[in-house]
């Protein structure tokens, strides 16, 4: 609730909407559950934009899972309206890359990403390269501002690294900000600095 309470303060022009999605769990809601719940999230909020009062200048932002299925929203639909711009913090970007380099607190072969789509890129390569937002990070990606700690645990730097790289060589609109020393979270004045960086972006970026 603090990103929600600090967002609402800091751009109360925004309409502000937490939404939610099925959880993974042993064999069941593998993905494309939590994509579907997203798109259906959004659908549903577009149907009511005249009730809620809200605009077509949608902004997607999500933190580690959330930011990965933002960003795979953001990138992969244009439907039922194309988003302005998205916030990824430390969000997974690269399912294959995720299972066969996992971060330090996932030793292989047993990778979050096996989990989530509950296949390995051997056995179904299709799914990760779908369920990857590197994969439709192309000519027609949003400006993305992308923020990761150093001593990130679970998700690898070079998933935010990788991102950045493919959306400057379409020359994308966006910005990453790197804390060396924070982990997979961090609060006091880095977070206040990722808000500050947030507001500015988005200023720039949603007209």
């Not at 109360?12 to 997203?38: G, K, M």
Request: glycine residues 4%.
């Amino acid at each position: 609730t603090v990103y929600v309470d600090t967002m609402k303060k800091r751009l109360p022009d925004y309409a502000i909407i937490n939404i939610n999605y099925r959880l993974v769990a042993n064999t069941t809601n593998t993905f494309p559950t939590q994509e579907n719940d997203v798109k259906a999230a959004l659908d549903f909020i577009y149907s009511k934009r005249n009730e809620f009062k809200i605009s077509d200048k949608y902004v997607l932002l999500g933190v580690s899972a959330g930011a990965h299925l933002a960003l795979l929203q953001a990138y992969k639909y244009t439907s039922p309206v194309k988003i302005k711009a998205v916030v990824d913090f430390f969000g997974p970007t690269d399912m294959a890359a995720m299972y066969n380099d996992p971060a330090s607190i996932f030793a292989p072969p047993s990778s979050i990403s096996q989990l989530f789509n509950g296949v390995t890129p051997a056995s179904n390569q299709m799914v990760y390269s779908q369920s990857s937002p590197i994969t439709f990070a192309n000519a027609q990606a949003v400006p993305t501002i992308i923020l990761h700690g150093g001593a990130d645990p679970l998700v690898k730097v070079t998933q935010a690294t990788t991102l950045r790289d493919k959306l400057v060589s379409f020359n994308i609109a966006n910005q990453y900000v790197f804390y060396p020393t924070e982990g997979h979270g961090w609060s006091g004045a880095p977070l206040t600095d990722s808000f500050n960086k947030i507001q500015a972006f988005l200023t720039l970026y949603v007209q």
